[in-house]
């Protein structure tokens, strides 16, 4: 199992555009969650995807979308991209055991962007 | 307003010293709290849970809701304990601390 893997490993995009970022969760699990970590900061919650619907979202403009599918894999769509968007892009995926809930998020390796 | 605060940015101790990590919460509800750790090019990685009340590595955690503190502590600092931390609390959403660069001197 390779666990959380993220694609692409880099991006360098213009101010304005429009980015995808794709996650594939560590088998087994079906929670995905993504998270920006600006440089010298912690990660920030952007928000929480399960059973292809989202569950829960942080402080994030709409212009951060995402989308789930069936297999689970998940991907973060960010529009009119701002220089402030630079930052690594992480997923982290989780099994959601309902009532005992779901703790041990598994992160990948991140997607680092670049906003020029 | 929920929150972590990890006051130290930077952390170095010597080989066999105690290590103290400081985190500090801001949650109404009952918070579940997590310390997360990254090595030197490796993915950021659960370390311990406050719920489990196990030791991991050497290291422990205490959850005192009185001081809404979560530190983590290891008697005996290793060279390969040094990496970032990071506190993370599990509320509405989950929440990390800004992390903290813990460097072990030989």
């Known amino acids: 199992d390779a666990g959380v893997t993220q694609s692409p490993t880099h991006l360098i995009k213009t101010r304005g555009q429009q980015v995808t970022l794709r996650c594939s969760p560590k088998s087994g699990h079906d929670t995905v969650s993504w998270y920006q970590q600006a440089l010298g900061q912690g990660p920030q919650f952007i928000f929480q995807y399960y059973e292809e619907e989202e569950r829960q979202r942080g402080n994030f403009p709409d212009r951060f979308s995402g989308h789930q599918f069936p297999n689970y894999s998940s991907e973060l769509n960010v529009n009119a991209l701002l220089l402030g968007d630079s930052a690594l892009y992480l997923c982290?995926?989780?099994?959601?055991?309902?009532?005992?809930?779901?703790?041990?998020?598994?992160f990948g390796p991140g997607t680092r962007l670049t906003v020029t | 307003a929920q929150r972590v605060t990890q006051p130290e940015k930077l952390l170095s101790v010597f080989k066999g010293a105690p290590v103290e990590l400081k985190c500090n919460y801001s949650?109404?509800?009952?918070?579940?709290l997590f310390w997360y750790v990254q090595y030197s090019r490796q993915r950021l990685q659960l370390l311990l849970r406050h719920i489990s009340r196990e030791s991991i590595k050497g290291f422990t955690a205490d959850l005192n809701k009185g001081e809404t503190s979560f530190h983590l502590k290891k008697p005996f600092a290793q060279e390969e304990d040094s990496a970032m931390y990071y506190c993370a609390l599990n509320g509405n959403q989950f929440y990390f601390g800004t992390g903290t660069s813990l460097t072990v001197i030989p």
């Open positions: 982290a995926s989780t099994l959601d055991k309902g009532a005992e809930g779901i703790y041990e998020q598994y």
């Open positions: 949650y109404s509800g009952s918070p579940e």
